[in-house]
């Protein structure tokens, strides 16, 4: 069964620090994966998007990992700001067919407090 | 990126009334998908709005509570009828751009049913 994990469920943490959330996935075939930060209230909105073949990518002080051999990614999130108090899901796309199919983690509701 | 606007942001419904959800996206699209949102769950796939055709339901969705209209390109709409109280989610109109590649969220219609 295709399923993407993520832990910690939620993060409290404090304005400056950094913090590393992990997504795990069973998901076949890959096709790729992506991180999407969803404010509260709001759509989500998308970080990085990483193929088989990448395992690593960055967007501002956010940093994403990818392992394909483990199945194991991670965001990395550098200097926090307030403003990066969200959830962050993590979406692995399985390939085939007409259409990629989307598998939505339940996403880790961080809180960064002054 | 592509803007997307969904017209209501928000509504609060009253049991066994239908209420319909407008999407619109500043350029032409080629995939248009309706996603869920329960209270702290990730997304849920509705179904993906076919333009000139019937839409494609995902399992445990159907046509009689969700239909789904997409006459052009830019714009599909969703009905949520005969709601109940556990009809209350946010609603996503997400769109693929021509040529694919990332995937893009509007900013969700929170409906609440009493």
Redesign the interface.
């Known amino acids: 069964k295709n399923q993407v994990e993520q832990s910690p469920q939620s993060l409290i943490i404090l304005e400056g620090k950094n913090c590393t959330l992990q997504c795990n996935y069973t998901v076949s075939p890959f096709s790729n994966l992506r991180w999407y930060k969803q404010d509260t209230g709001r759509g989500p909105v998308s970080l990085t998007i990483m193929t088989f073949s990448e395992n690593t990518k960055s967007n501002g002080r956010y940093t994403a990992t990818l392992d394909a051999d483990t199945k194991q990614s991670s965001l990395h999130i550098t200097a926090s700001q307030l403003s990066d108090s969200a959830s962050y899901i993590c979406v692995v796309s399985a390939s085939g067919g007409a259409t990629n199919k989307l598998i939505f983690g339940t996403g880790t509701l961080l809180a960064v407090q002054p | 990126s592509a803007v997307?606007s969904q017209k209501p942001s928000r509504d609060i419904c009253q049991r066994g009334t239908s209420l319909t959800i407008q999407c619109q996206v500043d350029s032409q699209v080629t995939?248009m998908f309706w996603y869920r949102q329960q209270p702290g769950?990730?997304?849920?796939?509705i179904a993906?709005a076919n333009q000139g055709s019937e839409a494609t339901y995902e399992s445990g969705f159907v046509i009689d509570k969700f239909p789904i209209s997409r006459p052009n390109l830019t714009f599909s709409t969703l009905t949520v009828s005969n709601m109940s109280p556990e009809d209350s989610s946010i609603y996503?109109c997400?769109v693929v751009r021509q040529g694919g590649?990332?995937?893009?969220?509007?900013?969700?219609t929170?409906l609440t049913v009493l």
Request: aromatic fraction near 10%.
């Open positions: 997307i995939m769950q990730s997304l849920t796939l993906t996503l997400s590649g990332t995937q893009y969220f509007g900013p969700g929170r």
